[in-house]
């Protein structure tokens, strides 16, 4: 068999046919012969795993260090002169180091068992003309996959065909919002998070249904390469270890100097029987050692631990306490961190007015306030808002929660605030959303037995297919093309997800609905400009960060004027330096100079997991004490590479967790600060 080699990489730049030729593979599948042959070549999908080492050598392993061969040297003697008492202190000192190191030292291949678990899974493939379920582990190169609603991706896939497909990819992105899915191909350059045609490992099918080619399994997987990451990370001593290996090395030094020229002065002087002097430097070098130094220093932590975990925060090393007072630089993810991961519809947009919402997130409570009190527009937007929208909002817990796409969330809430009544409308038909057209239409029957058509999406889509406005009397008007593409530039600017809302009355005898008889002379009814907002309390933090001189940096795989958006609105930026670096730019810049174009920047934008960790590294060579957050699988290279690592304990993965040093329930930065 022919050796596989580019389609992985370039899958997402070519056509699906071409993607097929180049696994040598068929829509029908594969054969049993070409499914054995590859499974030889290429092995199992899953991810490689170490035997992780015993519990005895974990133990054995902290007693590495200067001091505590001076403490071992130092419980000898004293325990051969027969002080028990002496021995007995050292003994429990060095006991109590080497159980708290071994507690802590086996997180990392937790994490690595975290992210392989993110492949074990049933799936349906097509082999030999027959779809039939297989366990995950089986797949290969070639072979065709069926997904739908709620699934997770098993391997690395190109799409092939795909209805109404959209995927949850925030383990590797970051980004708060579902991500549309098609067959279409993209640019060779395109960010991880661009490329639409592609699915990957461990991330979930939120809605529709799709055909897909594997083309990477196991360690050849995104997933699969951060895993390979964090096996390369090497974990940085903390400022408070690194002190007391340069006191323990110079403390050592030093009484080895004074224990031989005392037994030298001794010895030469015959001040004392040899053996009474060996007894009197034994005696000055075990009095020396501050043996009890090591204790205090783990009792005042381990206090640390206690007064936080009241407040609910774990610690998953004890050492990660005296390094959060010496942190200097907080690299932050954005998405539920500096934001609330709730989208929330800012801004209603019509041409006779703009209208501002109130409150917070998916609660209902809050109002649509504007400088238009009579403006038909504005019902009609809200009608649209309300109908075209298959998402619920319930309040569970004292929070409220969505049941369906987070952007319809936003909406419902919105049309929630404004005090608008769906009941007595009826939805006849409707066309669902589709990343070809981008667009949702419903058709429905109002109170009043007039029949409408409602139709929310993309503002360019929307835009192509509507004629004409509503004035504040509800008087059509002709479509003014250059306000609204002005519209949209402003609210995009300002960092928000803008939808158009649209309309057009049927004939009352229409029951079907389709892109045929959708038609192209709809009428224009808003803009509405959607955001995950920032917390209240992150931006008071960062301020706080900000006096403490400590520098807040943005490191987030959303789009570059989304990122510079939510930080000038959170005080991240500084205003000589008002810059934002990406992915694709951050690959440009030299080794050697990334360090001082990293120390500069404060905002970073289309981030893969590599420009995470290569970030934090290079902040660290410049002397910087890094603080790393983050939730995501994406985020556990860098997590483990920081200084401290900090995960997000409510919604972040087990990788991230695992990772991080510090797990949190709530707000990143505002906990460093307090």
Not at 128 to 157: C, F, M, T
Not at 220 to 239: A, N
Not at 246 to 260: E, I, P
Request: with cysteine.
């Amino acid at each position: 068999m022919m050796e596989i080699t580019e389609a992985p990489a370039a899958a997402y730049m070519v056509d699906a046919d071409t993607v097929l030729g180049q696994l040598e593979t068929r829509p029908q599948g594969l054969t049993s012969s070409e499914i054995a042959s590859r499974q030889k070549h290429y092995g199992a999908n899953r991810l490689p795993s170490r035997r992780p080492p015993s519990l005895l050598m974990r133990f054995l392993r902290q007693f590495r260090d200067p001091l505590i061969y001076v403490l071992l040297a130092a419980f000898v003697v004293t325990l051969l002169l027969g002080h028990l008492l002496d021995s007995a202190v050292i003994f429990a000192v060095l006991f109590l180091n080497a159980l708290i190191g071994t507690l802590q030292e086996g997180k990392a291949e937790n994490a690595l068992a975290a992210i392989r678990k993110l492949l074990r899974l049933q799936v349906k493939v097509r082999r030999g003309g027959k779809w039939q379920g297989v366990d995950a582990e089986e797949l290969v190169p070639g072979d065709i996959l069926q997904l739908r609603s709620g699934d997770r991706v098993p391997a690395d896939l190109r799409i092939l065909s795909a209805q109404s497909l959209r995927a949850d990819e925030s383990l590797l992105t970051g980004e708060s919002l579902p991500s549309d899915k098609s067959a279409a191909v993209v640019s060779a350059n395109a960010a991880l998070g661009d490329r639409h045609n592609m699915l990957y490992a461990g991330t979930y099918i939120q809605a529709g249904r799709a055909e897909a080619v594997v083309t990477a399994i196991g360690t050849s997987t995104e997933i699969g390469k951060i895993q390979g990451l964090m096996q390369g990370v090497t974990v940085i001593q903390t400022p408070l270890t690194r002190q007391m290996q340069r006191f323990s090395k110079t403390l050592a030094a030093l009484v080895l100097a004074l224990c031989v020229l005392m037994t030298g002065f001794g010895l030469a002087r015959q001040l004392l029987p040899p053996f009474e002097v060996f007894l009197a430097v034994i005696s000055f070098a075990v009095a020396a050692i501050p043996e009890g130094l090591p204790a205090i220093l783990s009792i005042t932590l381990a206090i640390g631990v206690e007064r936080m975990a009241r407040r609910q925060v774990i610690t998953r090393r004890l050492h990660a306490i005296e390094t959060l007072g010496s942190v200097t630089i907080i690299c932050t993810d954005k998405t539920g961190t500096l934001t609330r991961n709730e989208m929330f519809a800012r801004s209603l947009r019509t041409h006779a007015g703009t209208y501002e919402a109130t409150g917070a997130g998916y609660a209902t409570q809050g109002e649509l306030s504007g400088d238009n009190a009579v403006d038909a527009a504005r019902f009609a937007a809200l009608e649209v808002a309300s109908l075209a929208n298959d998402s619920e909002l319930r309040q569970e817990g004292g929070h409220w929660q969505i049941v369906g796409e987070p952007t319809e969330g936003a909406l419902r809430a919105l049309t929630s605030k404004a005090g608008f009544a769906r009941e007595g409308y009826q939805r006849l038909a409707s066309i669902p959303f589709e990343s070809s057209h981008k667009f949702m239409a419903v058709l429905v029957q109002r109170p009043d037995g007039t029949r409408r058509v409602l139709l929310k999406g993309a503002p360019d889509r929307v835009l192509e297919r509507c004629r004409s406005m509503f004035d504040a009397s509800g008087m059509v008007l002709p479509l003014d093309r250059v306000f609204w593409e002005r519209e949209m530039r402003r609210l995009g600017s300002a960092g928000l997800r803008v939808l158009a809302l649209a309309q057009q009355d049927v004939d009352a005898g229409q029951e079907t609905l389709n892109l045929d008889n959708l038609g192209q002379s709809l009428t224009l009814l808003a803009l509405v400009g959607i955001v995950d907002p920032p917390r209240p309390e992150a931006i008071d933090a960062i301020a706080d960060c900000r006096r403490a001189g400590i520098q807040v940096k943005m490191i987030t795989g959303d789009h570059s004027h989304t990122a510079l958006a939510i930080a000038g609105e959170m005080g991240l930026l500084d205003p000589a330096h008002a810059k934002v670096l990406t992915g694709s730019e951050i690959d440009q810049i030299a080794p050697a100079d990334l360090p001082a174009a990293a120390l500069e920047t404060q905002v970073f934008a289309r981030t893969s997991p590599e420009h995470k960790l290569r970030l934090v590294e290079a902040l660290q060579q410049r002397g910087q004490v890094v603080a790393m957050t983050g939730d995501g699988v994406n985020d556990a290279p860098a997590l483990k590479r920081a200084d401290v690592g900090i995960a997000m304990g409510v919604r972040g993965s087990e990788a991230a967790k695992e990772a991080a040093d510090i797990v949190l329930p709530s707000s990143t930065v505002n906990f460093i600060t307090h």
